[in-house]
């Protein structure tokens, strides 16, 4: 049965709530779809999250791959197929709470980054789970810096054979999901020396484990991180390297190749080796940062109408929370910007399926711009959400701050994706690396790409409204955030020739502007938002 203030709100919508949900799921197919996902899970006993708040880490990680193992069998009952329309609404209906999700990271690095025989061998391997797969990029010494990395694939020409080290402590792999107990294989990224010549980060196919007893191979080192603020489920683990060697057919060479006698072949840019970096990003944003925020808005909201508090009134019943203009001023725009930033993904999810057919033919012309985009993007939403989750639990009260009321785990869950896939900072940095770049080309008559092009476009003058009523005009807005995103850009570029021609060296200069050029970053992503 439904709560009567419940029920009683649902009746008043004025839209028609069938049209919108098919809206969001991207059609009325989608959305049964969706729904016959969610039954099947929901109703499945093994998928049941009743006790996960009871359970201790360790039991957390033998539910999760209990879970993972019975999802196969699931998915080949239920006709399910990695790549069917069904597979990005069952992680949404498990809650991530399952086992082995860097398994699809590792299936993807081969898929983007490895040639056409690689593919062959090894992705009907992944797809069969006759192994399972990690992605083993950042170390305890370097995170989003990858040019840092310490860890050496150090080519030798006589065995044809790549030796990997992790040579002192700060090389350890760190943080890798799967990797502290479930993983047999890994995605590793490398330092690779050829002749002594180092030719920056490469991504190599290592295994870690054996397939007969799941034991350590030899040269290698691994376990389990330990305790975390949440990802209780995930065996998030750390990996040593002693001279360990791999075949010269390990290393993912749809774009570079060491040939047998040492020569280095690479197509395209250097930077495709980042690629996987930014399709999970993408990913990221749509299954775990916007889907915990919408869980949010949606326990939040619904506690406001079931929950009664003071009287609004003399003599009166006491008020749904909802009614109090200070609850709906915190929890209405978080559900105003979950529609934005679901759009928004819509959006950057058809950029990448564009850039990723272009890179396919060998054409990287769109690379730098779909890293800025999804570098930005992921900084900004992000960070809105994490701080609109914990707004959500501040508005339920104390019942907010009980892990059963799920608000605390989203919380907990949505605060890491500020930090791992590259640290929001850093990342705002790079997109402003991006933006001056294309400012100084449009400034000289260049092209620059389709999500910059305002930049070349400059509108002066005052703000159009005569009157507030003129600030319900979405136009307003546009061109408002366009000015300021604009004006942001254009003086810190300004201030950076500046430095630059007053005889400041380069990085110091930059290091010197980087406050407004994170600034200028954020305010240009808004403005794409809007």
Same mark, same amino acid.
């Given at each position: 049965?439904?709560?009567?203030?419940?029920?009683?709100?649902?009746?008043?919508?004025?839209?028609?709530?069938?049209?919108?949900?098919?809206?969001?799921?991207?059609?009325?197919?989608?959305?049964?779809?969706?729904?016959?996902?969610?039954?099947?899970?929901?109703?499945?006993?093994?998928?049941?999250?009743?006790?996960?708040?009871?359970?201790?880490?360790?039991?957390?990680?033998?539910?999760?791959?209990?879970?993972?193992?019975?999802?196969?069998?699931?998915?080949?009952?239920?006709?399910?197929?990695?790549?069917?329309?069904?597979?990005?609404?069952?992680?949404?209906?498990?809650?991530?709470?399952?086992?082995?999700?860097?398994?699809?990271?590792?299936?993807?690095?081969?898929?983007?980054?490895?040639?056409?025989?690689?593919?062959?061998?090894?992705?009907?391997?992944?797809?069969?789970?006759?192994?399972?797969?990690?992605?083993?990029?950042?170390?305890?010494?370097?995170?989003?810096?990858?040019?840092?990395?310490?860890?050496?694939?150090?080519?030798?020409?006589?065995?044809?054979?790549?030796?990997?080290?992790?040579?002192?402590?700060?090389?350890?792999?760190?943080?890798?999901?799967?990797?502290?107990?479930?993983?047999?294989?890994?995605?590793?990224?490398?330092?690779?020396?050829?002749?002594?010549?180092?030719?920056?980060?490469?991504?190599?196919?290592?295994?870690?484990?054996?397939?007969?007893?799941?034991?350590?191979?030899?040269?290698?080192?691994?376990?389990?991180?330990?305790?975390?603020?949440?990802?209780?489920?995930?065996?998030?683990?750390?990996?040593?390297?002693?001279?360990?060697?791999?075949?010269?057919?390990?290393?993912?060479?749809?774009?570079?190749?060491?040939?047998?006698?040492?020569?280095?072949?690479?197509?395209?840019?250097?930077?495709?080796?980042?690629?996987?970096?930014?399709?999970?990003?993408?990913?990221?944003?749509?299954?775990?940062?916007?889907?915990?925020?919408?869980?949010?808005?949606?326990?939040?909201?619904?506690?406001?109408?079931?929950?009664?508090?003071?009287?609004?009134?003399?003599?009166?019943?006491?008020?749904?929370?909802?009614?109090?203009?200070?609850?709906?001023? /915190?929890?209405?725009?978080?559900?105003?910007?979950?529609?934005?930033?679901?759009?928004?993904?819509?959006?950057?999810?058809?950029?990448?399926?564009?850039?990723?057919?272009?890179?396919?033919?060998?054409?990287?012309?769109?690379?730098?711009?779909?890293?800025?985009?999804?570098?930005?993007?992921?900084?900004?939403?992000?960070?809105?959400?994490?701080?609109?989750?914990?707004?959500?639990?501040?508005?339920?009260?104390?019942?907010?701050?009980?892990?059963?009321?799920?608000?605390?785990?989203?919380?907990?869950?949505?605060?890491?994706?500020?930090?791992?896939?590259?640290?929001?900072?850093?990342?705002?940095?790079?997109?402003?690396?991006?933006?001056?770049?294309?400012?100084?080309?449009?400034?000289?008559?260049?092209?620059?790409?389709?999500?910059?092009?305002?930049?070349?476009?400059?509108?002066?003058?005052?703000?159009?409204? /005569?009157?507030?009523?003129?600030?319900?005009?979405?136009?307003?807005?546009?061109?408002?955030?366009?000015?300021?995103?604009?004006?942001?850009?254009?003086?810190?570029?300004?201030?950076?020739?500046?430095?630059?021609?007053?005889?400041?060296?380069?990085?110091?200069?930059?290091?010197?502007?980087?406050?407004?050029?994170?600034?200028?970053?954020?305010?240009?992503?808004?403005?794409?938002?809007?």
């Amino acid at each position: 049965s439904v709560n009567p203030d419940l029920a009683s709100e649902r009746q008043t919508a004025s839209f028609c709530v069938e049209r919108l949900t098919a809206l969001l799921d991207g059609g009325a197919e989608q959305t049964r779809i969706r729904r016959a996902v969610v039954e099947a899970i929901e109703s499945d006993p093994v998928f049941s999250r009743e006790n996960q708040y009871f359970q201790t880490q360790n039991e957390r990680y033998e539910a999760a791959v209990r879970k993972a193992v019975h999802l196969q069998k699931k998915m080949h009952e239920m006709g399910w197929t990695d790549n069917g329309p069904e597979y990005k609404y069952i992680y949404r209906a498990l809650s991530g709470d399952v086992a082995f999700l860097l398994h699809r990271v590792f299936m993807r690095s081969i898929s983007v980054l490895g040639s056409d025989k690689q593919v062959a061998k090894w992705i009907p391997l992944a797809t069969q789970h006759k192994l399972i797969g990690s992605y083993a990029q950042t170390e305890l010494g370097h995170g989003t810096y990858l040019q840092g990395l310490e860890t050496t694939a150090v080519f030798d020409t006589a065995t044809q054979e790549f030796i990997l080290n992790t040579p002192k402590i700060s090389a350890m792999k760190w943080w890798p999901g799967d990797m502290g107990r479930s993983a047999t294989h890994t995605v590793v990224f490398a330092q690779l020396y050829i002749h002594g010549k180092c030719y920056g980060i490469h991504p190599f196919i290592l295994q870690i484990r054996s397939l007969q007893d799941h034991s350590l191979c030899p040269g290698i080192t691994a376990g389990d991180i330990g305790p975390k603020m949440n990802f209780e489920h995930t065996d998030n683990g750390y990996l040593l390297l002693k001279n360990v060697r791999i075949p010269r057919e390990n290393m993912l060479s749809k774009f570079c190749e060491v040939r047998p006698d040492g020569t280095y072949v690479r197509q395209g840019s250097q930077q495709i080796n980042y690629f996987t970096m930014t399709t999970v990003r993408i990913s990221l944003i749509s299954d775990e940062v916007l889907t915990p925020f919408m869980k949010a808005c949606t326990i939040a909201i619904r506690y406001s109408v079931v929950r009664r508090q003071s009287k609004l009134k003399p003599g009166e019943q006491e008020a749904k929370i909802l009614d109090y203009q200070t609850q709906q001023e /915190k929890l209405l725009p978080q559900l105003a910007a979950a529609y934005a930033f679901h759009f928004t993904n819509n959006y950057l999810q058809e950029l990448f399926n564009r850039g990723y057919a272009e890179i396919h033919r060998k054409n990287f012309d769109m690379l730098p711009e779909l890293h800025a985009l999804s570098s930005g993007f992921k900084a900004v939403i992000t960070q809105h959400c994490t701080a609109g989750v914990e707004i959500c639990l501040r508005a339920c009260g104390g019942h907010g701050y009980s892990l059963l009321s799920g608000l605390p785990s989203l919380y907990t869950k949505i605060l890491a994706s500020c930090i791992y896939e590259g640290e929001n900072t850093i990342l705002l940095l790079q997109t402003a690396r991006f933006l001056i770049k294309c400012f100084m080309a449009a400034s000289a008559g260049q092209p620059v790409p389709p999500s910059v092009t305002y930049l070349a476009a400059v509108k002066h003058g005052k703000c159009p409204a /005569k009157n507030k009523l003129d600030f319900l005009s979405p136009d307003i807005y546009i061109e408002a955030y366009q000015h300021v995103a604009v004006r942001l850009i254009s003086n810190t570029a300004a201030k950076l020739q500046d430095l630059i021609q007053s005889g400041v060296k380069k990085h110091d200069a930059w290091n010197q502007c980087t406050v407004q050029l994170v600034q200028a970053a954020k305010v240009s992503k808004i403005y794409l938002l809007i």
